[in-house]
């Protein structure tokens, strides 16, 4: 589907006007309009490579076919989510947070030891769903945003930021309302730095890692 084919359903959406009338039930669906503006068909598409890509990504040695597998399909979900991501509410209703259910009980019911009830049909379309939503925003405007600002976050954790980045990291945090969290106000913030310090000076003891098999201190 096309970018304008996609506005025109964004457009009939917005003035309440429904492409399909099967659409989503809104009473259990926190975002109708994206329900119905990401197809069953393209949610399951971009799923489907998204798994594809994961699959490579965990593969090892991986061959220069494969990679160039690779990264075809990462360029055509970029291109089709963002095609979607570009027209989606900026009202944070695609933000990851809001699927991340269906994705882990999905992630749990293919996990080769399984032993539950398999997955029906309907919890594979609400993982599409879920997973498209998600790959959508993160190539939104406001997702994007979030990637770099993440970026810059981590960047300044390492080295002070420059005045110029200092500078679009307090713009885009003002323009998409991204609120800083204070890190430090976590109480397990000095443990975490503890940790990371003793990660730093580690130096590999065969004697040492014999004791931990052996006493478990």
């Not at 304008?4 to 009473?27: C, H, I, M, S, Y």
């Not at 329900?35 to 220069?64: C, F, G, H, N, W």
């Not at 109480?187 to 000076?201: D, F, M, S, Y």
Request: glycine share 6%; with cysteine; proline share 7%.
């Amino acid at each position: 589907m096309g970018r304008q084919r996609l506005r025109a359903r964004l457009t009939r959406l917005e003035r309440g006007k429904p492409a399909d009338t099967r659409g989503p039930d809104p009473v259990h669906d926190p975002a109708p309009a994206t329900t119905l503006l990401i197809t069953p068909a393209m949610a399951r598409a971009l799923r489907d490579d998204y798994e594809r890509v994961s699959e490579l990504l965990r593969k090892q040695p991986i061959s220069a076919a494969e990679l160039e597998e690779k990264s075809r399909l990462e360029a055509s979900i970029a291109e089709r989510a963002g095609a979607i991501g570009s027209l989606l509410p900026s009202d944070g209703q695609a933000q990851p947070g809001l699927h991340s259910d269906p994705l882990h009980k999905a992630w749990l019911k293919r996990l080769p030891n399984w032993a539950g009830e398999s997955m029906t049909e309907a919890e594979d379309a609400q993982e599409a769903q879920a997973r498209a939503r998600m790959l959508a925003f993160e190539q939104s405007p406001k997702g994007r945003a979030r990637r770099r600002i993440d970026e810059l976050d981590s960047k300044g954790r390492e080295t002070p930021l420059s005045a110029a980045e200092q500078q679009e990291l307090d713009g885009l945090r003002e323009r998409y309302s991204i609120r800083r969290i204070r890190i430090e106000e976590d109480p397990l913030h000095a443990a975490v730095l503890a940790w990371e310090r003793g990660l730093k000076t580690f130096r590999y003891c065969p004697k040492h890692l014999d004791t931990v098999r052996r006493h478990g201190t």
